[in-house]
T-cell receptor
Framework: EAGVAQSPRYKIIEKRQSVAFWCNPISGHATLYWYQQILGQGPKLLIQFQNNGVVDDSQLPKDRFSAERLKGVDSTLKIQPAKLEDSAVYLC???????????FGSGTRLTVV | KQEVTQIPAALSVPEGENLVLNCSFTDSAIYNLQWFRQDPGKGLTSLLLIQSSQREQTSGRLNASLDKSSGRSTLYIAASQPGDSATYLCAVTQGAQKLVFGQGTRLTINP
């Protein structure tokens, strides 16, 4: 089966600019996650979708971050305006059930200068 | 709140040695535990998934164990090779399919 697709792979923006990341999960996977991984740390959950509904967005900085999963398939994560501390790798993952685990995409490395 | 800790943070060993990476978690109410590998600048690759009812899983030179009652898991790598150099992350799944990660162990295998 095809993996989790993410784009772009890299992005460099200036602070206060906006940026968007795209994720296409594995076909049939109802659950989709966005994680933020700062250099040297483990991934931190930003938002979890079940189909097109939000299950958990408790750690999403909602004043600047937003995410949507229209039609319950692919998803977009947006940052507006970006801050220097948003520099990180943004990982998308999907799952069809906790009994089979999770599959991660290659991530998008964001650098805010 | 679930907390996952991995020790050591970094490990360097000569090629051919067997080694153990440790993972501990504070809340034993988990559905499963998964070990991932992450190469520099890359995403996460799943290595082993252990369900809460299982004690261990094996894949090639890798063996992962789970002791849910004590909140511990280990990843055993036999006959290490330079290609095993990477960061290894463990993560536990809790209610509503929420995955909580440790900080990772950065492993270097020296030829």
């Amino acid at each position: 089966e095809a993996g989790v697709a993410q784009s772009p792979r890299y992005k460099i923006i200036e602070k206060r600019q906006s940026v968007a990341f795209w994720c296409n999960p594995i076909s049939g996977h109802a659950t989709l996650y966005w994680y933020q991984q700062i250099l040297g740390q483990g991934p931190k959950l930003l938002i979890q979708f079940q189909n097109n509904g939000v299950v958990d967005d408790s750690q999403l900085p909602k004043d600047r971050f937003s995410a949507e999963r229209l039609k319950g398939v692919d998803s977009t994560l947006k940052i507006q305006p970006a801050k220097l501390e948003d520099s990180a790798v943004y990982l998308c993952a999907s799952s069809r059930g906790q009994e089979v685990g999770y599959t991660f995409g290659s991530g998008t490395r964001l650098t805010v200068v | 709140k679930q907390e996952v800790t991995q020790i050591p943070a970094a490990l360097s060993v000569p090629e051919g040695e067997n080694l153990v990476l440790n993972c501990s978690f504070t809340d034993s109410a988990i559905y499963n535990l998964q070990w991932f590998r992450q190469d520099p600048g890359k995403g996460l690759t799943s290595l082993l998934l252990i369900q809460s009812s299982q004690r261990e899983q094996t894949s090639g030179r890798l063996n992962a164990s789970l002791d849910k009652s004590s909140g511990r898991s280990t990843l055993y790598i036999a006959a290490s090779q330079p290609g095993d150099s990477a960061t290894y992350l463990c993560a536990v799944t809790q209610g509503a399919q929420k995955l909580v990660f440790g900080q990772g162990t950065r492993l270097t295998i020296n030829p």
